[in-house]
Every structure is written in C-alpha cells, then in structure tokens.
C-alpha cells in the first residue's frame, strides 16, 4: 500500500548540512499519510525526529527543533528532511516511516508511536564528526 525508497545521507562534519530524501508512493496519500523520521542509535535505541501528515504540519523532537525541517512535496510525492548545524549526537541510521493515517491532528511527534508504522524506508546512515 505505501512504498519508501530513501536517498541522500552520508557523511559531514558538525556544523554542516545533509539532506534526506523518501519517495513515497501511495495511491492514498489524498487520503490521508502520517510519515516522518526515525532515527536508530547503537545502545541508544530508537528516537522519533519529525513528522508530519500529508495534510498537516510537521512536528519535531525538542533536540532538532530549529535545525531540522520535514516537508513533502506533494509534486514529486517525495518526503524530506534538511538537516542543518550538524552535530555529533546526530549520528545514526535514519529511517523513513509511513501509513495510512486519517487524522492529521493524531500525527504529531508526541502521539506517534514508531511500531505502528508498518511502512519502512531501506534505512539511510548519517555521520556527523566532531
């Protein structure tokens, strides 16, 4: 029902930027998709980044706020996330996640819970050196 291809990523120094990108391919999106960013840290598990729906807006987790931007072209059917002023605690493997999600006021970065989301991107690595 939803498929992710993630691109973009890679290596940078603190400080710097990157940007990730997610093809999402649903013929659902009219309806209603909750997508966004999860990050995976070893021996620190899984943190929630951003997310927005795709009639919504995007919220954040307090330690990108103002550094990160989710957006999605609804053109190129495309998930983003701009990263700027790197720092080394951003390091890790970055996932895109989606489903299908009516409620657009249910799709923020407080209410989400990662293992709802059945849809996953490949997984995408980010490196941030001191």
């Known amino acids: 029902q939803v498929q992710l291809v993630q691109s973009g990523g890679g290596s940078e120094q603190a400080g710097g930027s990157l940007r990730l990108a997610c093809a999402v391919s649903?013929?659902?999106?009219?309806?209603?998709?909750?997508m966004g960013w999860i990050r995976q840290v070893p021996e620190e598990g899984r943190e929630k980044v951003g997310f927005?729906?795709?009639?919504?807006?995007?919220t954040y987790t307090d330690s990108v706020k103002g550094r990160f931007t989710v957006s999605h072209d609804t053109a190129k059917n495309t998930l983003y996330l701009e990263m700027n002023s790197l720092r080394p605690e951003d390091t890790g493997m970055y996932y895109c996640?989606?489903?299908?999600?009516?409620?657009?006021?249910?799709?923020?970065?407080?209410?989400?819970?990662?293992?709802?989301?059945?849809?996953w991107g490949q997984g995408t690595q980010v490196t941030v050196s001191s």
């Open positions: 996640v989606a489903d299908l999600w009516r409620n657009p006021s249910l799709c923020t970065i407080s209410l989400v819970d990662p293992i709802k989301f059945r849809f």
């Open positions: 649903s013929e659902y999106i009219a309806s209603g998709v909750c």
């Open positions: 927005i729906h795709s009639r919504g807006t995007a």
